[in-house]
Nanobody
Framework: QVQLVESGGGLVQPGGSLRLSCEAS????????MGWYRQAPGKQREWVAG???????NYADSVKGRFTISRDNAKKTVYLQMNSLKPDDTAVYYC?????????WGQGTQVTVSS
């Protein structure tokens, strides 16, 4: 059974930092490109960042320079380091694993940026 479990969300003040983790099980992790998405209330889910099997990274313009995605294949985990957080970053954050044949999603973790 495939599972993606996100953690690390919470409440943080503007300008603060959080690190999200997404641990995978049931897949050969190193074969999967990984991504982070987010969905704010009343809005569509949007792509935030991605990392390929070869460790190439890409970011949405809204988070470029503030967020960093990384992966640890030995731990089957992808991370999203989020710095200089803004209220607009408030959303449920989801990780996605995209493989040759299948795509899997985690259940999400809430990030709230508020003073």
């Amino acid at each position: 059974q495939v599972q993606l479990v996100e953690s690390g969300g919470g409440l943080v003040q503007p300008g603060g930092s959080l690190r999200l983790s997404c641990e995978a099980s049931g897949i050969i992790f190193r074969f999967y490109a990984m991504g982070w998405y987010r969905q704010a209330p009343g809005k569509q889910r949007e792509w935030v960042a991605g990392i390929t099997t070869g460790d190439s990274t890409n970011y949405a313009d809204s988070v470029k320079g503030r967020f960093t995605i990384s992966r640890d294949n030995a731990k089957k985990t992808v991370y999203l380091q989020m710095n200089s957080l803004k209220p607009d970053d408030t959303a449920v954050y989801y990780c996605k694993a995209a493989g040759p044949l299948n795509t899997y999603w985690g259940q999400g973790t809430q990030v709230t940026v508020s003073s």
